[in-house]
């Protein structure tokens, strides 16, 4: 039994994929020696060789031929009756090379033999692994959710190597059960007591990156190219692309015709609403288009920071839905965007209430909205009794708004 499952490892070591003949007999005379040297004190007279007819892997020992009597190590010497049984036509102090089978072992023997390969093979599959995805970091894999954890799920690719996708990786709105497809990228590969851990992302901007690849053969071919990307996701990106042949419309290739090439993208990240603009490097003109679909008046750049002025209907749409589209246009540009209105003629200074999203709670903003307190001046327009009825808020909570909002203008 133990001579079977020798063979079995061994054949399986053969089978191994990405080792080449030359490893695996370094692998096999390491092993097999270091069992030798403690059975003989001496495995340099054995050696590997592949059987020329068969492709097998075989151990072979050579012994020095000695008169009949005169046998003082039987490991590296044989005598000339034995020999001659081999050959009939050898002589004294000629060498006999003879095949080394499994069965010259004992079975404590094979026992560490198997172990040691099994070892080697895990070792050798863990490194493999760990090779091959440490070359793919940032590209896209697909594969089939084996279990549904508390905090990550276990994936399975087409190899069956598993990998993990940890909860803070997944889009807010992804769900998923054991049997379903999967789609995500490398997002890291971590080595613990030599054995590889994989980990996956669907919030990475790679990910987006290779999914628009996969959508737009143009990014695929290299004539478009994807400069930058920020995301918030599962609600929404901006992805600044560039081509280097004028013929080609970046933005209109990405998109496609009535957005068929961005529908399945945006489908995959479960309805990330995504912005394609066209790459600058002309700050002005790419903080501009970044905080599409806002027109802007004017940009003044001081250092990484921009100001940007707008006339006070475009604030909205500069800040965005809870302040995403400011924050993105930020993050592809580089600059710490501020929005300011554009003052009219003889008109005082006032802040959109939007811009106090940071101190104040979007609930009670969009509570000032309704009652038509979309500025600071009209929040303080009010007393804090009549406010606090309008609004339906508590007069401590509005004292501490005015408080937040006195202390601006100051």
Known sequence: MATISLLEAFNEFQDIKGIDKETLMELLDEIFKGILEKKYGDASNFYFAVNPETGDIELWRNRVIV???????????????????????????????????????????????????????????????????????????????????????????????ELILTKDQMIPRDHY????????????????????????????TDFLARLMEQEVPEIADGLITIRK??????????????????RIDPVGACVGVKGSRIFPVIQELRNENIDVINFSNNPKLFIQRALAPAKLTDIQLEDNKAIVIVKPDQISFAIGKNGQNIELASRITGYDIEVYRELEEGEEEDIDIQEFSDVIDQWIINQLKTIGCDTAKKVLSYSVKDLADLADLEEETVEEIQKVIRAEFE
Request: aromatic content about 8%; glycine content about 6%.
């Open 67 to 161: 008169p009949d009597g005169k046998l003082e190590d039987f490991n590296t010497q044989i005598e000339l009756k034995d020999a001659l049984r081999i050959e009939p036509d050898f002589m004294i102090g000629e060498e006999v090379t003879e095949p080394y089978g499994i069965e010259n072992f004992s079975r404590r023997e094979i026992q560490t033999i198997l172990q040691m390969i099994k070892a080697r093979i895990t070792e050798f599959e863990n490194q493999v692994t760990f090779d091959k995805y440490n070359d793919q970091i940032g590209e896209l894999v697909v594969g089939e959710v084996h279990q549904v954890l508390k905090n990550e799920i276990i994936v399975v690719d087409e190899d069956g190597i």
């Open 177 to 204: 059960k054991k049997g379903d497809t999967i789609r995500a990228s490398i997002y890291k590969i971590e080595n613990r007591a030599g054995s590889p851990y994989i980990y996956l992302s669907r919030t990475s």
């Open 229 to 246: 990307i920020a995301r918030i996701p599962g609600v929404r990106a901006k992805v600044a692309v560039e081509s280097y042949d004028d």
